[in-house]
C-alpha cells in the first residue's frame, strides 16, 4: 500500500474478528515501531505483546478507551531509566512520549498496510496495567496499542481543514491565500 | 512509495540542497500530518511553516538540535486550551505531545514518499521560538520539522534488535523464542 493512501485511509477500529494476527505480521508491525527516530537514537520503546486471554481480560478491564476485543494489544512503554541517563530530563519526561508516539504511529501505517486494524488508546489505568504487565517501576506505559482483523469499516471523523491551522512565518499569518504553486 | 518500505528507509537528514520545497509537495505533507489520529479527535495541532528566510535565520539560531540549512521549517505546535476544554488535563499535559507526534510521523513519512529529506527537533529554546513566531500563550511549540531536498544518504543508527525490547504478556518475558509462526 501506497504511504499517502496508507495515511489517509487508516482509521482507528474499534470493533475486531476473533481471528488471531499472524506472528509474521505482528513482528513485521513492532519491526516498523523500531525504525522510529527517537531523540538521540535513546530508542527507549519496549513492546509487550498480549495475547494471553486472562491477561487480555485484565488489560481491557482497567482500561476504559480499549473498544471490542482485539486478539492482540502491544503496551508500548518507555525504558525512563534509559531515556534519563542517555538524554538527561528532557529525554526521560518528554523524548519518551513522543518516541513511543511516533513508533505507534508507525505501527498503525503498517498493521493498515498489512490488512490489519488497530485503536491507540490513553484511556487506562497506568497503576492497573503495570500490576498486569508486572512493569518495574523505571517503565512507563505510555500507550496501548488494540491489533486484529477489523470489523468495521468507520467513516472518517471529519479533520480540521489546512486554512484553519496552518500559518505561514508567524501565528495568526495564513498559509493559504492564492492557493497557487509556490 | 510502499508504507514498510517508507518506514524502514526513512532517515533524518541534516543535509539539505538549497532547492525550495514546491508548495504541492508541502501541502501534501501538512495534509499527512493532519490524517494522524488524535485522542478524543482534538486535533490540537498548529502547524507553523518558516520560509522567509529572516524568520529561518532565527529559527536556527535559538534551536541547537536543527542542522543543515533547511529551505522550510515546520513548527509543530499545539493549542494546549483547545486540549484542555475538550479533553481535560490529561489532553492538555499528555495527548497534546503524543498527537503531534504522531502528526509528526505522519509527515515525516509522506515527505520521504515525495522525494524530501526531513529531521525532527526537539532542541530549541521554546521561549525564543515562541517569541520569533509570535506564539499566544496558549500555543506550545512541541517539535520542529526540517523539510527540503537531502543532500546527503546517511547510514541508519543501528536499532535495538527486537528480542531486547519486545516482551510476551509480561515484561521481560521473551516474545521470541522459537521464531515460527504463530
Known amino acids: 500500500m501506497e504511504v499517502l493512501e496508507a495515511i489517509r485511509s487508516r482509521r482507528s477500529i474499534r470493533r475486531f474478528k476473533p481471528d488471531p494476527v499472524p506472528e509474521r505480521l505482528l513482528l513485521e508491525i513492532l519491526d516498523a515501531g523500531r525504525w522510529a527516530p527517537s531523540g538521540g537514537n535513546i530508542q527507549p520503546w519496549l513492546f509487550i505483546v498480549v495475547k494471553d486471554s486472562k491477561t487480555l481480560k485484565l488489560v481491557k478491564m482497567f482500561s476504559p478507551g480499549l473498544f471490542g476485543d482485539p486478539p492482540v494489544v502491544v503496551a508500548i ?78 467513516q472518517p471523523p471529519p479533520r480540521r481543514p489546512l486554512e484553519d491551522i496552518a500559518f505561514l512565518d508567524q501565528y495568526g499569518e495564513p498559509l493559504l491565500k492564492g492557493g497557487g504553486e509556490g
Request: aromatic share 4%.
Open 77 to 154: 512503554c518507555s525504558d525512563r531509566k534509559r531515556a534519563r541517563e542517555v538524554g538527561g530530563k528532557l529525554a526521560e519526561e518528554y523524548l519518551s512520549i513522543v518516541d513511543c508516539a511516533m513508533a505507534a504511529q508507525n505501527m498503525m501505517l503498517a498493521a493498515h498496510a498489512l490488512g490489519l486494524g488497530s485503536c491507540i488508546i490513553k484511556s487506562f489505568s497506568a497503576q492497573a496495567i503495570r500490576k498486569v504487565l508486572k512493569l518495574p517501576d523505571h517503565v512507563e506505559p505510555e500507550l496501548l496499542l488494540s491489533l486484529g482483523y477489523p470489523d468495521e469499516q468507520p
